[in-house]
């Protein structure tokens, strides 16, 4: 019989629906704006934000391309699914960086389809159809000092 891998413990309940929203924009942001993953997040039922470090704020074009994409990737069905690895057996490209410093030795990684893979303790739907709609309720912009990447904030919400 299989032993479960010993993670660290989760304090928190994420709302399955809008937390596997953000990893799916996360990755949209990375492909669309060459950007890092968010460094931070509030992910709630009623709306969620999440902040990107960007050199200028995306045009309200870009940003009906985010919503327009995010819903395409809902649409497709993709299937949610968690592999465990150990830190040394870490894909090509998942990046760490984000993770506490007591992080466990043995790591889960939680994939949407082809299209994002990183490490998660949270909770996920099992396929994006799960989602439901994806809306951008808000953006705003906070300009940093020259020669710095600025803060893209995104509300949203899912409807399911």
Not at 94 to 103: I, M, Q, S, Y
Request: glycine letters at 4%.
């Amino acid at each position: 019989m299989e032993q479960q891998p010993i993670l660290n413990e989760h304090n928190k309940s994420e709302h399955e629906p809008s937390h596997t929203a953000e990893h799916l924009l996360n990755q949209t942001m990375v492909r669309l704006f060459g950007c890092e993953r968010s460094k931070n997040a509030h992910i709630e039922r009623k709306k969620s934000k999440i902040n990107f470090l960007l050199p200028s704020p995306p045009s309200a074009e870009q940003v009906a391309d985010i919503e327009r994409r995010l819903n395409e990737l809902i649409a497709q069905n993709l299937p949610v699914t968690y592999e465990f690895v150990t830190r040394d057996t870490i894909p090509d490209g998942v990046k760490l960086d984000k993770l506490p410093e007591d992080a466990s030795e043995t790591l889960r990684l939680v994939r949407i389809g082809d299209y994002d893979v990183c490490p998660c303790i949270g909770s996920h739907v099992a396929s994006t159809g799960e989602i439901g709609n994806f809306r951008i309720t808000s953006t705003s912009w906070t300009p940093a000092a020259e020669g710095e990447l600025g803060s893209f904030r995104i509300v949203f919400k899912v409807n399911q």
